[in-house]
């Protein structure tokens, strides 16, 4: 079996469970995105199969082999650093050489995939810079270089994009997600940010507390979340959700339903203060305050003829509900209407 | 994510981690340990150098004669006032240079090149300066210093030998403790001091209520460095008074049961003296220190 | 603003006075090395008007037992610097990139070691060292020292390798270096000012050192420390050629310790005053 796959990996730091058994099968040539809250074990299940950790229990098979007691470079696994962890004293074209120099390969064969490399991304003109004289997306550019110059097995990604401005970080998530299609080359990549994880991934998986709290495609998680975390972590902004009598007339502990979902229309049942209005162009999002104490936030057309301290009335769009039980789990939908897909209903 | 833990352990990592922490461990094992265990053994036997057979178990008779003899007392008695004249003329005076190359002057670097000079000199070389070039009662330049005034040249060295001496160490010292207080000072916050100067605060207000409570650590830092290094004076007295009853500490008595009378036994007695009172100064530092470690 | 300048003014007289007060020893005894004996002693001193001559640093330097001794201590305190160095490295690197439960125990105790007063030891090594034929050797003072000041070292060079970021080291093993790699082609690079400031340091406590540079040496490895504590009996009186000898005794670590004070105030404090 190809691919990577964890088996009940558990790693502690001192009393404290960092993964906790986790079980997860890493789809070959996908692009997995691990996300989660800091603290999570994201990072640091990234780091046990990188190696730079060890695994307490459980088994990390590579390619079909058990790799636990692998050092890191044997795995054949390369990794994008948060910090790009570039060498300072070396030129762009010794760091991305690097990894070929130690492992002895001819001069020859490194200079020609260096080159490779750098035109690949666009670093050719900066080979002979120092990591210091670069721009923040140049270096993260000759990260993913270093990477790509071992012809890894699968890339690791660690909140690489988390020092970058958020139009550089725009565009790096596509250029890393083209080049990552390009070679059909495995990715896991670790992110705390939603927003990236939904739009770079072919896989999510949302850890809590060391655990996997649920994995599939952005789709599933988004529409289909396993629980109250999930639903609340995965999407921007974040689902509302309401308790006491509105949960119980649809027999949950909890309902979710996301801001557009919530239509502002004076047939609704729940009515609710505005607190305020984000105009953002093409949409707007209305901060309210329901009646029985919940915030609220509905997603509305652009043009709202209201204003802060109106009440309005609020409706769910049908079959939009997301129940969740006393434990926070999803609770299976009650039988939907025929044909009512809830991606539909707003657009 | 990962910063917060300070330690955390990578057992592909603990191998090499112990291979290249051994060496090390054992050079000081070798140089320091385990000759402080021969050092109690010895300090409890009969051993002479001249006699070199009579090297039996004697409890704690060494310690009993070190105790009882004329040297011993005065050398306890020398080393406290050593390290207690040092300390309090190198922090005073570092204390002053310190404040003053703080503040608004022309040429810092200059000044501290001069300052932090002495520092890098030689105990022998400071020592026979300090006795010839200066201190020396007919044509030194103290005595001419003395002259100008009207005074008596003083003879340093035959009235107040243990002084002298100290003197000599505390100018070794001086750049130490002004150094250290200078960096210290250079730390201080500048808003903090402009803001008590806005609230109208005196320069010796600031210095009192501002400076000092901020160089109380590295003060206390300065103390027991110097401490430790004064412990083990021994140049000094070597090359000036050569010794005598009144200019022996700890490090010298050592020094001379052992190198001049071949007393083997007492002379461990005294080191051990020696140890044990570096000890108790180390606890107290391994503390201040082992805190910083925290940081 | 004209009272600012006044206080400028006055601020610098008095520091200048006082930095000119303690490095004045200093500055005396090059005046007086370039005087002739007679003049040395001459009272009232002659302070710039006196026969400039360099005749006693050449009589010192035709004489074979300056230069015996200024080789002697290039050795020992190279050879105990590099050997420190060599030692304190790796040492540094376990501890701040392989750290275990008892690091904070090892270099507290290595630490502990350094307060342990050369008399409490001295009288087994001497013991030994004589046995061993290391009495009056370059080799056994090399070794000496290099223990004396290996606990400094070390710590020197665990807080600076703890300013190293981890994750590069990480980069170089993801990238397939090996440990000495690592150390050789990643970590020294990197660290180089905080191992050259460590190096000099080391060398100078260990140019200086006067308590086993006295005790074990007689003739053949006597660095200049024990050159210049000859001077104490009779050639002591020769104050011109004692001062030139001084001077050309301190000059090499006056320089490097001018250069790194910085480092040294850290490095004597354990990274306890930065």
Redesign the interface.
């Known amino acids: 079996m190809s691919g990577i796959v964890l088996e009940g990996v558990t790693k502690r730091f001192g009393d404290h469970l960092v993964t906790d058994a986790i079980d997860l099968v890493i789809p070959d040539g996908a692009f997995t995105v691990f996300v989660g809250p800091s603290g999570c074990g994201k990072t640091t299940l990234l780091r046990l199969i990188a190696g730079l950790e060890d695994i307490d229990s459980g088994r990390l098979l590579i390619d079909g082999v058990d790799a636990a007691q692998t050092s890191p470079a044997a795995r054949g696994l390369a990794m994008v650093f948060q910090s790009y962890a570039l060498y300072p004293h070396m030129t762009v074209r010794a760091n991305l050489g690097f990894a070929l120099k130690v492992a002895r390969r001819p001069r020859a064969e490194i200079a020609e995939r260096t080159e490779q490399v750098a035109e690949m991304l666009n670093l050719t003109p900066f080979l002979d810079r120092r990591p210091g004289a670069l721009s923040g997306g140049q270096r993260q550019r000759v990260a993913i270089g270093r990477a790509l110059v071992r012809e890894p097995k699968a890339f690791l990604f660690d909140e690489p994009l988390s020092n970058l401005d958020a139009e550089l970080r725009a565009q790096m998530r596509i250029e890393i997600r083209r080049l990552q299609q390009q070679l059909g080359i495995t990715a896991i990549y670790v992110t705390h940010d939603q927003a990236e994880a939904m739009t770079m991934a072919d896989r999510i998986v949302v850890f809590r507390d060391g655990r996997v709290e649920q994995a599939g495609s952005p789709g599933e998680i988004y529409r289909n979340p396993a629980s109250r975390f999930v639903a609340g972590f995965i999407g921007s902004p974040r689902m509302n959700f309401l308790g006491g009598a509105i949960a119980a007339k649809h027999g949950a502990v909890t309902i979710g339903v996301r801001p557009e979902h919530l239509a502002i229309d004076p047939a609704g049942t729940i009515s609710a203060a505005v607190q305020a209005i984000e105009y953002l162009g093409s949409d707007s999002f209305v901060h309210l305050g329901a009646q029985s104490g919940e915030t609220l936030i509905a997603r509305g057309v652009p043009d709202l003829d209201f204003r802060s301290g109106d009440t309005v009335q609020l409706r769910i769009a049908p079959g939009a509900v997301h129940r969740f039980d006393a434990d926070d789990r999803a609770m299976p939908a009650p039988a939907p209407a025929p044909g009512a897909n809830i991606f539909e209903e707003t657009v | ?2 910063a917060g ?10 191998g ?3 291979l ?2 051994a ?3 054992l ?2 094992l ?7 265990l ?2 109690i053994k ?1 300090s409890l036997s009969d051993y002479r150098l001249l006699f070199p057979d009579s090297s039996g178990f004697v409890g704690l008779s060494n310690y009993a004669r070190l105790v009882a003899s004329p040297d011993f007392v005065p050398a306890l008695v020398n080393t406290l006032m050593l390290i207690a004249v040092v300390l309090a003329a190198s922090i005073a ?1 570092g204390l ?2 310190a404040l ?2 703080d ?5 810092r670097g200059g ?16 020592a ?7 201190m020396q009662p ?2 030194g ?1 103290f ?2 210093l003395a ?1 100008l005034f009207g005074l008596p040249a003083y003879d340093w060295f035959s009235h107040a030998p243990l002084l002298s001496i100290a003197l000599i160490v505390a ?1 070794q010292w ?3 403790a002004a ?2 207080l200078l ?2 000072l250079q ?1 201080f916050d500048r808003e903090l001091r402009e803001a008590a100067q806005l609230d109208g605060a005196s320069a010796a207000a600031i210095l009192r209520h501002l400076l000092l409570p901020h160089l109380a ?2 003060i206390a ?1 300065v103390v027991m ?1 110097e401490t ?1 290094f004064l ?2 004076v ?2 000094e007295i ?3 008074t ?1 010794g005598g009853t009144a200019s022996t500490d ?2 010298f008595l ?2 001379s049961q ?2 001049l009378q071949y007393d ?1 036994g007492a ?2 007695a ?3 003296v ?2 044990v ?3 108790i ?2 606890i107290f ?2 503390r ?3 805190r ?2 925290e940081a | 603003m004209r009272t600012r300048r006044r206080h400028r003014a006055i601020a610098t007289m008095f520091a200048w006075a006082a930095s000119l007060t303690i490095a004045f020893p200093l500055l005396w005894t090059l005046l007086t090395s370039f005087k002739t004996e007679l003049e040395a002693v001459s009272f009232p001193p002659r302070f710039l008007s006196f026969d400039w001559t360099l005749a006693n640093y050449r009589g010192i330097l035709a004489e074979g037992d300056y230069l015996h001794s200024l080789v002697n201590s290039v050795i020992v305190a190279g050879g105990s610097s590099a050997l420190v160095l060599a030692l304190a490295i790796p040492a540094a690197w376990s501890m701040a990139f392989a750290p275990t439960h008892r690091t904070r125990g090892i270099l507290l105790w290595m630490l502990s070691t350094k307060m342990l007063p050369p008399v409490g030891v001295f009288i087994p090594i001497f013991l030994f060292y004589r046995d061993w034929g290391l009495l009056d050797s370059r080799t056994g003072l090399v070794l000496l020292l290099a223990a004396a000041n290996l606990p400094i070292a070390v710590w020197m060079l665990f807080s600076n390798f703890r300013e190293v970021p981890g994750e590069i080291l990480e980069a170089s093993r993801m990238d397939g270096a090996s440990l000495w790699q690592e150390l050789v082609s990643v970590l020294a690079p990197l660290a180089l000012p905080g191992i050259a400031s460590t190096f000099f340091l080391v060398f100078t406590l260990a140019w200086n050192e006067s308590f086993w540079t006295l005790n074990l040496v007689t003739t053949e490895a006597t660095p200049l420390t024990a050159f210049i504590a000859a001077f104490s009996s009779p050639q002591g009186l020769f104050w011109a050629r004692l001062s030139a000898a001084s001077i050309l005794s301190i000059v090499p670590v006056l320089l490097i310790g001018w250069l790194c004070q910085r480092q040294l105030v850290r490095g004597l404090t354990f990274g306890a005053v930065k």
């Not at chain 2, 833990?5 to 603990?14: E, G």
């Not at chain 2, 070798?30 to 402080?36: E, H, K, Q, R």
């Not at chain 2, 000044?111 to 400071?126: C, K, T």
């Open positions: 994510m990962t833990v300070a330690i955390r352990q990578r057992s592909y990592l603990q090499p981690g112990r290249l922490l060496p090390a461990i050079l000081l070798a140089a320091s340990i385990a000759p402080l021969v050092t010895f005076g002053g240079l003053l190359l503040g608004p002057v022309i040429g000044l501290r090149l001069l300052v932090i000079s002495p520092f890098f000199v030689m105990p022998p070389v400071s026979l300066l300090w006795k010839n070039l200066l007919v044509s330049f005595a001419w002259a100018w001086l750049p130490f150094l250290i960096t210290s730390s650590r590295p830092i460095i430790i412990i083990g021994f140049a070597l090359v000036t050569g700890l490090a050592v020094y052992a190198m083997i002379a461990s005294a080191g051990l020696a140890v009172f570096a000890n100064l180390a530092l391994i201040a220190v082992g910083s470690l």
